[in-house]
């Protein structure tokens, strides 16, 4: 048996436990009481200790036995979650994730390590013990959910083994109890002499009657992590149905209950075995458009066989196509997991009140963008709080309530995905980043340029216009990771602001890093690639619909709405076959910023096209966000239209002022 395996998946299912601790602890902080929250967080430490001791875990088997038994005494009301208890626990939850980390890796702490969270913790170990801890006859819960319901008799002995692990049968106990209503007596007909009594002896066995309507896998459950240092028996006895007693089925019926919803199996894979399997889906997508292109060149009639054959690898290879990004689509919620954490801990430093609102958590991206946006995402963050959010005695001077609101929100548009952060705060002072700009020789007339450009200098390598550094923010290194992060992948940073109102920022991302639907579009005799997500529609102008504004540019009148027309080839300096619209084709392009309309000579058709990153096997290129390979193995550049649009308005068209 390979023990390795079953420990990696151990250590996989901490992190999951851990970060789930996190979020419902800083959801009862909020104000979220339920008591279901509690129940969870118990049993995700109790499942953290017990596969700890499976694996010899000892540091982690102790220490989250203490924490188990306080959050035991804060779900059966004995002690009350005011607010130093939870700074207790919310700190004895990172020293339980520090000392799994470290058990992960194979390190040895410092016997001090946990020393003052153990003190802590213990302050209230032993408070409200004066309630009882379980009647010694019957627990009582709220009333079941009504429909089918089962009693069940459990016999439970436990072994030496199971107290040397640091388990208590009496929290199991407690636990079984919250399935349902539960009776239980003890059996003592094991307890010897004092005299001959032994300390690590397990001499006591419980008989316990539970109704329930949960089924008997949610029994054995409660068990799970010391099924292997006890005896149990658990037998169904009898069934009520509506309120009616039904005969338990014979002992070859299966016992799980029916609950009317299906069972969603799963199991882990490792991130490279899924990309391996990408890269495979890339290449056959390659070779599927060889092949198409290959067949054009052969008359249909003639080989029927073929033609068909290939419509039905276009199917399937769509098919694994999409299964596959699915499987490495994940929710953005993966990477806001973090972010309440971080505003608790950040308003706490600087003593502001911060209030979080998240929406669109189940928005869905690839995973490879979701492990890129920790970094960004804490920047913002921190100086939206640090920065942004005025203190409670300036926000109340200037109207505004004591509490500042930071919300985070993400959603699709265009085939890509919007991640915002917002704040209602001061805003950016652009007066003040413009003096600094000039004064490091950055910009020379910043009264030439616009509110917009100049808060994109707030990206600059080493920016500032912090008046004091503290260890949160004020040295100018983190704005520039944020902008540099985002475009590794793929992709663009915006930022809004109004004086007294607030900062918008926004991170455009792609959806996915791998495959895509592209339009192969010609200029001459440049191939190139506009997604389809983009494009809104295509149509041949007529000579009249094409206007030239004073100041030179040019824009397209579509349905009485004026908007830039950009020329694909003046654009990229490249040798077109016509040389006005109305001889060629104009594509209405959206982009995240706005809507234009785009020049080509021909529309070559629809293919979807493997994405080559330009950046580690070329250099960047302005207006390009990537690379492909055709049929032929000709290689085409992929377009970004929003790169398009700014690269249009860094020559100084004036066709802007009239951008949607």
Known sequence: MDMQSFRKTYFEECQERLQEIETLLLSLESGDYQDEHLHAIFRAVHSIKGGAGAFGCDHIVSFSHILETVFDRVRDHRLGLDPELMDVLVDAADILSAIVAAAEQNQTLPETFDAKARGDLSRYMNEGAEAAPVAPSETSCPEETKG???????VFKPHSRLYEKANEPLLLLRELGGLGTMTLSVNVDDLPDLSAMEASGSYLSWTITLNTTHPKDAITEVFEFVLDDCDLTITETDRTVAGEMKPTPPSDASPAIDTGEAKVSSIRVDLDKIDRLVNMVGELVITHAMLSQQAEKLARDGYPHLARGIEELSTHTRELQDHVMAIRAQPVKMAFARIPRLVRDVSKDVNKHIK??????????DKTVIENLADPLTHLIRNAIDHGIEDAQTRKAAGKPPEGTITLSAG????RILIEIRDDGAGLNTKKIAEKAKERGLIENPELMSADELHQLIFHPGFSTADQISNISGRGVGMDVVKRNIQSIGGKV?????????????????LTLAVMDGMIVRVGTQKLILPISNILESLRPRRQDISTITEGGEVLDLRDHYIPLLRLNRLFNIPARYDEPWQGLVLIVESEQTTFALFVDELVGKQQVV????EENYDPVEGISSATILGDGSVALILDPASLYELHNRQGDPSLAYAA
């Open 494 to 510: 915006y930022v809004k602001s109004e004086a007294g109102v607030g900062a918008r920022f926004v991170l455009s991302l792609p």
């Open 148 to 154: 089918k319901a089962c009693t069940y008799t459990i």
């Open 611 to 614: 994405i080559k990153s330009l």
């Open 412 to 415: 699709h548009r265009s085939g």
């Open 356 to 365: 979080l609102v998240m929406t669109g958590e189940e928005t869905e991206v």
